[in-house]
């Protein structure tokens, strides 16, 4: 009896730790958690943007997607032109990548990353009539929760620079 018992109790035993053991598998970790994933949330959020000098640009809603993983961008201009971006920090690369596409059917891919507070993003490309064309885009909070954010264009391959937009962006007045 006492033999009966034992064997009992040890296959009881077993049984429990094996039911243990598969009903806590251990939490997989997030994959976009990590502070770079997050350098650019800065610009999260519902925007008005307007010229430095307080001239109406446009709308802008920039949301957190896929678990955190990338920003949607929504723009839509004061003139009506429209454009969308997915921006996302590829952790393999060590930087922050940006597809902009617009309702004129253009695409502008970007990568980069932080510069001090400001996060700058840039691409090369040669142009139509065959010249060194660069990007310079950059968004830079600031103190009272706006942001800048100036996109500049060279057509010399960096050696000068003319900007192209210079926005100021202030969050939306809840409606």
Request: with cysteine; glycine share 12%; hydrophobic share 35%.
């Amino acid at each position: 009896m006492r033999r009966t018992v034992a064997a009992l109790s040890v296959t009881v035993i077993t049984l429990a730790a094996g039911v243990r053991a598969q009903q806590t598998p251990p939490p997989a970790p997030r994959p976009c958690a990590t502070p770079a994933h997050h350098e650019f949330d800065f610009w999260i959020g519902d925007w008005d943007v307007t010229t430095p000098d307080g001239k109406p640009a446009g709308t802008n809603r920039i949301e957190s997607v896929l678990g955190g993983c990338a920003l949607l961008e929504h723009w839509e201009g004061q003139g009506g032109g429209a454009g969308k971006s997915l921006t996302l920090y590829v952790a393999a690369d060590r930087q922050w990548n940006q597809t902009w596409v617009d309702a004129g059917g253009n695409r502008v891919v970007l990568t980069g990353g932080l510069d001090g507070a400001r996060m700058v993003l840039r691409n090369a490309w040669t142009g139509p009539d065959g010249a060194h064309m660069r990007s310079d885009l950059s968004w830079t909070p600031a103190p009272d929760g706006s942001v800048r954010q100036v996109w500049r264009q060279s057509r010399d391959d960096g050696a000068t620079y003319q900007t192209t937009f210079d926005g100021i962006y202030r969050r939306r007045a809840r409606r």
